[in-house]
């Protein structure tokens, strides 16, 4: 039952997390900076991940040790929303997206060569055509830029490695025993204050009473952020982290599909082959996951 959860965590955590390509470019397109999109984005989200924390009882203290551990894990997961943000900038959201999803072999590389994890021949099959099929997703999507395309790339590899090193890190630290809400509620609420810091050194931070950008700053903020990480941790919690991150497939799929639909980037045949791959890497995991259970 707990491998099932974490199966669904794990994919209700990268199918909304798709979703803040769409609402963070609408919010650049109102003329927000990347601090400003990312102060909102955090800020909204730790507040409403500590009214449930309270509303469910939950307690939040934390030892020096645990605090610790929570302060450079919010640095891992703020560097990677800041590089994704300057990647959308520049290079299509589909590929800055796909691009973010090779982070599973960054993870695997992890776990293999510093905790000698044992991957199944299965698993890491189902990565490599993931991995596969995102970069397939991308193919026909290059040549649409909206900047600078080397700090686009450039933005979307660092995403790769902090990334990955938040959820390596939060499996295999003090973390894995701290409450999943409360967790996410801390790097959310560090995050929010380095991005507020950032937003006034480099110009300020509106406040913004319009109706619309608020609907754009929920979105970004609630299903993108606060339900995305805190499904994340739960499903590293259950599954383990390489596990996890085979179903960030559908972060790329959901990107490239809003990004096709709304922002008109291309989609190609190369496209449809990607995500042929990544269903059937997500239903070999299934399969798999179920004949280990029985």
């Known amino acids: 039952m707990e491998r099932a959860k974490g199966i669904l965590y794990a994919a209700l955590s990268s199918s909304t997390f798709g979703l803040a390509p769409l609402f963070t470019l609408l919010l650049l397109g109102l003329g927000y900076s990347s601090f400003e999109v990312l102060s909102y984005r955090w800020g909204v989200a730790s507040l409403f991940l500590g009214a449930l924390a309270l509303l469910a009882g939950r307690s939040f203290r934390l030892s020096w040790p645990e605090l610790r ?12 929303s800041l590089s994704l943000v300057i990647a959308y900038q520049h290079i299509a959201s589909g ?27 299965w698993v890491f099959a189902a990565i490599g055509m993931s991995i596969v099929g995102a970069v397939l997703l991308s193919l026909g999507n290059v040549d649409f830029t909206r900047g600078n395309t080397t700090l686009g790339m450039v933005s979307a590899a660092v995403s790769v490695v902090s990334y990955g090193g938040y959820i390596v890190g939060v499996r ?13 509620c801390y790097v959310m609420g560090l995050g929010a204050l380095y991005f507020i810091a950032g937003g006034l050194v480099t110009g300020g931070i509106r406040i913004e009473t319009d109706g619309t950008a608020w609907l754009c700053i929920l979105g970004v903020a609630l ?18 982290p390489t596990l996890t991150s085979v179903f960030g497939a559908l972060e790329p799929l959901t990107a490239v599909v809003i990004g096709v639909a709304v922002f008109g980037e291309p989609f190609t045949v190369q496209g449809a082959a990607g ?7 997500v239903t070999i995991v299934i399969l798999h996951s179920g004949r280990r259970k029985a």
């Open 95 to 121: 590929v800055a997206s796909t691009i973010h999803f090779m982070y599973p072999l960054a993870v695997a590389l992890a776990m293999m060569c510093f905790f000698r994890e044992k991957g199944s021949v």
């Open 223 to 240: 299903p993108a952020t606060a339900v995305s990480n805190m499904t994340l941790v739960q499903a590293i919690k259950r599954i383990g």
């Open 275 to 281: 995500i042929l791959l990544i269903v059937a890497a």
């Open 172 to 184: 295999k630290s003090r973390a894995v025993g701290i409450d999943s809400t409360v967790l996410t």
């Open 69 to 80: 551990t929570v302060f450079f894990l919010s640095l891992f997961r703020a560097a990677t």
